[in-house]
Each structure stands twice: as structure tokens, then as C-alpha cells.
């Protein structure tokens, strides 16, 4: 175990520092756009995204997983993979630009055609994308992954920022959408240089392991975005704008704080998948540090939302702070099961995901549905959260089938982080109302600095205090402790070998 977590906390460093960048640089866009762009902008541009991602993920081939939990994939294999890809995007491309028109009569806007007809582009681009890069996750090599992703979402900030605040256009977000993917194949050639060379070697090995993955990832992405499709119909462009600004921002600070231990650890899972007593422990251990770390970015974005808002965005995007306030907390519970998808695909239990995505499916639709027609937007907040904590229970209930650890078990190993969180929600809740409210963007800036110190505060004292109490067990702490250790460890040398690290 000790040279995959050595390789996973190296891998996770550099992630860290990658998604430190292109969540700074997210950020910073989501504001700056939202200063010169209006609601119904953002909605345009969500529903043609929508609609793009619902037709690449119903024909998604997840090449890049079966490449990983290939024995010893070779130039062959990644010379067909390539070759699927590009002609899948091509098909894509065609097909989503002959339904630009239909769709802009559906929903009654003109300016989708256009938009349809560039995401088109950005698709078949993605076709092209190096398949080789794979290998680096495989390997858990992350630093090419800093250079790739960091260069693309600078690429994407910049000329995004540039047309928006020259021109206050929605075609802001579409063309910064393409700049980062062209720059995304560009660069991936030169990360790990690659020749493809077309041949559909290959292919029905591809599909054995990829069709049930395939299907699961299909009805998860209609479980995850047929509310946008809805809410553009029913609400309109302003009010879908509302609701997918303020999921993304409710989303951020759990997906960053925990998205460095998530990417790396399917390559970790599938590498001791044959050895049940050590892919349960890893499960464990890796689960508790995750909830620890997302437990409080998601809940206390929760709590500072109102402040966090009417700094950042200003007051005309005040509808979206109940949005932030319910999901950012929803996603922060959702991580207690969240690794069961890396941990069923490296069991090779995709038919089981499919079933669990096909069955919630099932359950959110109706659900979110009623909560749209009957209340709005906050009928379909209030479904979200209910669905969204039953996600949560039910891949509970998977980890124990694939693991044998209960979900009482799994409960009790986040009981400090869950009673710690609780106390801090509490705690900056009681400091905010003491503060009150702020008269100027000065002083909503103080008052966000103390709010978030409070918070950091109260969380981690509560934790440290319960920890001692118990006697120090073994949990996320000891893990914060070990992985100190190895990146103090472990500075002096990857900066000394950067090419090799």
C-alpha cells in the first residue's frame, strides 16, 4: 500500500496545485462574465451545453477507462481508441449542427442556432484529443495533467473575458469554450507526443468493458441535466441562468476541494481490485479523508452565501443565493458515497452502476418534475435535496455490497468530521448574525474574511478537540498528518527532478 499512497499523494500534489489554478481561473470568470453578461446569457448558453452533453454521453465509448483496466495496453490500442473517438466526433459534429435549427424553434430563440452550430465544432475537436494521455493517470503522473489543464482554462479565461467585456455577449462563453479545447488537443500532442493511425483494431474489446459504463453514464447525465431542459422550456432563459450559475457555485467548493483524491484514485482502486482486504481498507481510508476535506468547503459556502454573493456578483444575482445555500450542502452530504463509481468500475461492476443510475432516474424525474410545475424553481431545489439525499444512502448501500463495510460503519468513520461541520455551521451562523449587515463592498469584504476564518476555526478545533478525546484513532487526521509528513518529505526532491516527477 505504501508505494500506491506514496504515488496517489504525489499525483494528488500536483492536482492540487492544478486545480488551485483553473478553480482561481473558473472564478474569476464566473465573476467577471457575470458583471457583463445578464442571466438569460448564461441560460443560452447552458441549454445548448445541456443539450451537447446529453448527445456525447449517449454515445460515450469510455475508451479512457477500459485503457486503464487494460493489462498492457499498446500503440494498437491507442491508435483505435483515437480512431473511435474522431469519428464519433465527427458524427456528433454533423448531427448536432442538423438539429441547431429545429432546436431554436422549440425553444423559441434564434441565437441557439448559431450556438449549436460552434458547440458542434468543439466536439469533433475533442475527438482529436492525444488517447495516450491516459497512460499518465494510469501511472498517477500528474504533472503533465497541471500543464494540460492549466494552459487550456487559461487560454479559454482569457479570450473569454476579452469578448465579454468588449462586446457584453453571450458569444463570450461560447468561443472561450472553444479556445480551451482547441488548446486542449494542441497542447495534448506535445505533453505526450503521439502519431495515430486510423484502424477499428480493437474495437469489440473496447465495448465489452465500456457498454454497461456507457449506458450507466447515459442515464446518469439525463438524471443530472433534464432539469435544465425543463427549466429552459417552462421558466425561460433568465431564470435558467439563475439556476445553473448558482449549481455551478454550489457545486465548486466541494468538486475542487476533493477533486484531486477522486481523479487519482480509480487508477489506485483498479490496481489492487483482486486483493479484498486492501481495496476495502483503501476505500476507507480515502473516503474519510474526502469527507473531511469536502464536508466543510460545501457547507461552509452554504453558510457565507448571502455575503459571498452580493460581493462577487451583485445584487441582481440575489435569486441565486437559496440555489448556493441548499445544493452547495447537498453535494457536501453526497460525498459520504461518492467514491463507489471509481470503486464499482475498478470491480468491474458496471452493470450494477447502470441499475443504481437507471433506478434514481426513475425516482428523480416525477420528483424534480411536480417541485417545477408546483413551486419553480425552488420546487426543483427542494427535490434536488431530497433526491440528492437519497443518492447519497443508496451508494452507501453499494460500498457495503462491493466491500462488505456497512453503512453504519461508513457513518461512524465521518462521525468528527459530521459533528464538526454541524458545530461550524452553527458557529459562523451565530458570528454573521452578531456582524449584520454590511454597508459597503469594503466592508462585506471584511465581513466574508471573518466569517470564513470563523468557520476554518471552529471546524478545525472541533475536530483536533474530539480526535484527543477519543485518543487519537486512526481517521483523516492521521491521514492530514501522513501526507504532511510526505510532502515535506518529498519537497526538496520533486524540485529537484520536475521533468521526472
Not at 165 to 171: A, F, L, P
Request: aromatic share 10%.
Amino acid at each position: 500500500m505504501s508505494s500506491i499512497t506514496g504515488r496517489l499523494i504525489k499525483g494528488s500534489l500536483w492536482l492540487s496545485l492544478s486545480r488551485a489554478v483553473v478553480n482561481l481561473l473558473a472564478t474569476l470568470s464566473t465573476f467577471v462574465l457575470a458583471w457583463y453578461l445578464t442571466p438569460a446569457d448564461f441560460g443560452l448558453v447552458a441549454l445548448a451545453t445541456t443539450m451537447l452533453l446529453i448527445v456525447t454521453t449517449v454515445t460515450e465509448l469510455s475508451l479512457n477507462q477500459a485503457l486503464i483496466r487494460h493489462e498492457a495496453p499498446g500503440e494498437s490500442h491507442f491508435s483505435a481508441a483515437w480512431t473511435l473517438n474522431a469519428t464519433r466526433g465527427l458524427i456528433l459534429c454533423l448531427l448536432f449542427a442538423a438539429s441547431a435549427y429545429p432546436a431554436s424553434i422549440l425553444y423559441d430563440d434564434p441565437r441557439l442556432f448559431g450556438v449549436m452550430l460552434a458547440l458542434g465544432a468543439s466536439v469533433f475537436m475533442s475527438g482529436l484529443t492525444n488517447p495516450r494521455l491516459v497512460m499518465l493517470q494510469r501511472n498517477l503522473i500528474f504533472w503533465q495533467e497541471f500543464v494540460l489543464s492549466v494552459s487550456q482554462k487559461f487560454a479559454g479565461f482569457v479570450v473569454a473575458v476579452l469578448i465579454a467585456v468588449m462586446y457584453h455577449s453571450y458569444w463570450a462563453l461560447v468561443i472561450g469554450a472553444l479556445t480551451s479545447q482547441a488548446t486542449n488537443v494542441v497542447i495534448s500532442y506535445f505533453v505526450l507526443p503521439f502519431r495515430p493511425r486510423i484502424t477499428f483494431r480493437h474495437a469489440r474489446e473496447f465495448f465489452s468493458f465500456s457498454a454497461w459504463l456507457a449506458a450507466s453514464q447515459i442515464t446518469n447525465t439525463l438524471n443530472w441535466r433534464f432539469d435544465i431542459l425543463l427549466i429552459g422550456k417552462m421558466l425561460g432563459g433568465t431564470s435558467l441562468g439563475y439556476y445553473t450559475v448558482g449549481s455551478n457555485l454550489a457545486r465548486m467548493p466541494t468538486r475542487e476541494a476533493t477533486a484531486p483524491l477522486t481523479q487519482t484514485i480509480y487508477p489506485s482502486f483498479a490496481s489492487i481490485r483482486n486483493d479484498p482486504k486492501r481495496l476495502a481498507a483503501a476505500y476507507q481510508r480515502v473516503q474519510a479523508l474526502v469527507s473531511a476535506i469536502a464536508l466543510p468547503a460545501g457547507i461552509g459556502v452554504a453558510v457565507i452565501a448571502d455575503p459571498l454573493v452580493h460581493l462577487t456578483l451583485g445584487e441582481k444575482w440575489a435569486p441565486i443565493i437559496f440555489i448556493i445555500q441548499s445544493l452547495a450542502s447537498v453535494y457536501a452530504f453526497q460525498t459520504l458515497g461518492s467514491l463507489v463509481q471509481p470503486l464499482g468500475m475498478a470491480k468491474g461492476e458496471t452493470r450494477i452502476l447502470f441499475m443504481r443510475d437507471t433506478q434514481m432516474l426513475l425516482v428523480r424525474v416525477p420528483i424534480i418534475f411536480i417541485g417545477l410545475v408546483t413551486y419553480g424553481i425552488h420546487g426543483v431545489i427542494l427535490g434536488r435535496i431530497f433526491t440528492g439525499t437519497l443518492a447519497a444512502f443508496v451508494n452507501m448501500i453499494l460500498v457495503k455490497r462491493f466491500i462488505g463495510v456497512g453503512v453504519l460503519k461508513q457513518l461512524a468513520a465521518n462521525g468528527r468530521a459530521l459533528a464538526s461541520v454541524a458545530l461550524m455551521a452553527a458557529g459562523v451562523s451565530l458570528v454573521s448574525s452578531f456582524l449584520g449587515s454590511a454597508a459597503d463592498r469594503p466592508a462585506m469584504l471584511w465581513q466574508l474574511v471573518i466569517l470564513v476564518a470563523s468557520g476554518a476555526v471552529f471546524y478545525c478545533g472541533t475536530t483536533l478537540l474530539l480526535w484527543l478525546a477519543m485518543k487519537r484513532p486512526a481517521g483523516p487526521e492521521t491521514e492530514v498528518l501522513r501526507i504532511a509528513g510526505k510532502i515535506l518529505s518529498n519537497i526538496g526532491p520533486a524540485a529537484r527532478h520536475f521533468p521526472a516527477s
